[in-house]
């Protein structure tokens, strides 16, 4: 009878041998062998993972955050804890992405030192938005005030002070969770700049920070000429359920060019809800039927959101008092 750790053995020898293809049964085999394992498992894989050609531990990881992304039972926590650390820039990155459902706090000082001092620039935005999630969380009162503070203290220091405009730019889109007092500030003179990524960034934070005062900016922001400031500011006005919004959504459902400020259009109209949107998403499903199933189900879930917001909304109307 084969046993688990034989199975794994003979997985880790067809990672190292660049003559076997790495075929998606063989990844898929991975993915599962990988996913809640025992760090202790882990040891013989680690003991060689830089023997194993660097193109195929890209592909083994690549592999295993598509994996993570379609299936909510997978857990690749054990590997990519110690992958934190590797001499890989893109490892290191991909490490980040598997842990991006991590809460616990025992890793909050790695990620907070790895966000201001990794040498990759995508390693350090792929954890500053990371520990935006965990600002989230603290707002919440589901981490420690301490570590909250800690992590704050250290966006703000990149926000404010880092030599990469992009580091800036994902620092104030992670401090849109956050209360602090220094945070509307920063998101003003972002809105200010004129550059489109600086203007998409303060609007991902306004739509994070569940603050009314930005209305004006989202509403300037739908029809700003770059698509990239309309798609932040569309799921930003999603997010603040901003009826304002809802005519130039409603607008733009037959005149948007751009396919992913669209998609967000029709997200952010099932989160706002209200006057003729569920007119509107039903004619959309009514074109879409049986020429694209992406598009449907996408619609098909909408719809199902709109049913969730409006119900939502139903209640709020309710004295319970």
Known sequence: MTTFQDKFTELIAILRDEDQELSSETLAELAEAFSDVVPVHLKPLLEVWEEIPLSRRHSLLTHLKRELDANLLYN???????????????????????????????????????????????????????????????????????????????????????????????AIEALGFSSREEVPALIA???????????????????????????????????????????????????????LARPILLKNLGEEKDEAVLRVSIWSLSEIGGEDVREHLLSLLDQFEGEDEEQEAFLEDALENLDFTEGVQTLATFDFD
């Open 76 to 170: 690749f926590n054990a590997l990519a804890r110690p992958l934190l650390h590797d001499e890989d820039g893109i490892t290191r990155a991909y490490a980040i992405r598997l842990l991006a459902d991590y809460r616990r706090e025992d890793l909050v000082p790695i990620f907070i030192d790895i966000a201001l001092n990794d040498p990759e620039v995508e390693v350090r935005t792929d954890t500053i938005s990371l520990l935006g999630i965990y600002v989230y969380h603290g707002e919440l009162e589901e981490i420690s005030a301490k570590n909250l503070k800690k992590i704050e203290d250290a966006l703000l220091e990149i926000a404010q002070n880092a030599k990469r405009v992009k580091l800036k730019q994902y």
């Open 189 to 243: 003179k972002a809105w200010q700049e004129e550059p489109a990524m600086w203007k998409a960034s303060a609007l991902l934070a306004m739509g994070r920070s569940y603050d009314e005062r930005w209305q004006e900016q989202i509403l300037e922001g739908l029809v700003h000429e770059n698509e990239i400031v309309r798609l932040a500011a569309t799921k930003s006005a999603g997010n603040l359920s901003l009826a």
